[in-house]
């Protein structure tokens, strides 16, 4: 059984049966081509049925002393058994070295956010061309969401809902979530497709895109990057901003408010409940932070 062809094998079914994103399949290959270049290279092995867990267990430890960080590793595992796991339900090899690896508990760092009135300031952009309108429509839109910007640039135009107000998402694992949109981000979704979108597009057909980089194709997730520091910047925001911080306010800032778990959970397309929680520590964390600089007798 050769080892590259069982991999390749491994990456189409991940593509094709388990409807993985391409940005989830990246990191698959990446991970599990680096765990190949040490099998083939390091353990002189020639064949995934004799791989065994000392084989893992030193590769793990090459990660470790190149420094890689706890969550790297725990990703690392996760995708090993996963193919280990493919190899055994293909009756490739007999055994499962990775049964009785164990995943290292990861740190759980805090989400960092933006304020409210860091938002408003962000949010808060004057508009004097057709990109101004765009950009403006695009962070009312993830603000407004909590979508991860891959889901933001892969969405077209028949996704927007705007009368019935809300967004057809397809999200990790090919699953379809329904997100309500504010009346802010109607507003500017609106004033985006009726005065900025058919100028961008420059009678282009065929383009289904919802969001449009200065050339009239669909925008990129590093385009989308890009304009939200350079409005960060002009907003006069230092925090190191990312796409992804904004999704991270939008949870934040409606469970300060009052939302429920679940809803939260729901709007942002988690699986599981536990990751949703981190935004209730973010918000306790946030809440001593004001106690400590209001009360009297903090």
Not at 105 to 115: A, G
Not at 209 to 233: C, M
Request: proline share 3%; glycine share 4%; with cysteine.
């Amino acid at each position: 059984m050769i080892l590259k062809d069982t991999l390749e094998d491994f990456f189409h079914y991940l593509k094709i049966e388990r409807g993985l994103s391409e940005n989830t399949l990246m990191s698959y290959r990446r991970d599990l081509n680096n765990y190949y270049t040490f099998i083939k290279e390091k353990s002189n092995k020639i064949s995934w049925n004799v791989v065994l867990r000392d084989d893992i267990t030193r590769f793990l430890y090459t990660l470790k002393d190149e420094g890689k960080s706890t969550a790297t590793i725990a990703r690392m595992i996760s995708s090993l058994r996963l193919f280990h796991q493919f190899l055994v339900r293909e009756n490739l090899v007999e055994n499962d070295p990775s049964l009785h690896i164990e995943t290292p508990r990861k740190e759980r760092k805090l989400p960092s956010v933006l304020s409210t009135d860091e938002v408003e300031k962000l949010l808060n952009i004057p508009i004097n061309s057709p990109l101004d309108i765009r950009n403006k429509a695009m962070l009312e839109f993830i603000y407004a969401t909590g979508l991860r910007v891959t889901e933001v640039v892969t969405l077209r135009v028949s996704d927007l809902h705007l009368t019935m107000g809300f967004v057809r998402c397809i999200g990790k694992g090919a699953k379809e979530r329904i997100v309500p949109l504010g009346d802010v981000a109607k507003e500017a979704l609106e004033n985006y497709l009726q005065h900025s979108r058919h100028i961008l597009l420059k009678n282009q057909t065929g383009i289904n895109a919802l969001f449009l980089n200065q050339h009239g194709r669909p925008l990129s997730r590093q385009g989308f990057w890009k304009i939200l520091k350079t409005v960060a910047r002009h907003a006069g925001i230092t925090k190191n901003l990312t796409p992804h911080m904004l999704r991270h306010s939008f949870a934040t800032h409606l469970l300060e408010n009052g939302a429920d778990l679940r809803a939260v959970q729901e709007m942002l397309g988690h699986a599981d409940i536990s990751t949703t929680q981190i935004y209730t520590h973010v918000t306790q964390a946030r809440l001593k932070d004001i106690y400590q600089e209001f009360h009297p007798r903090a």
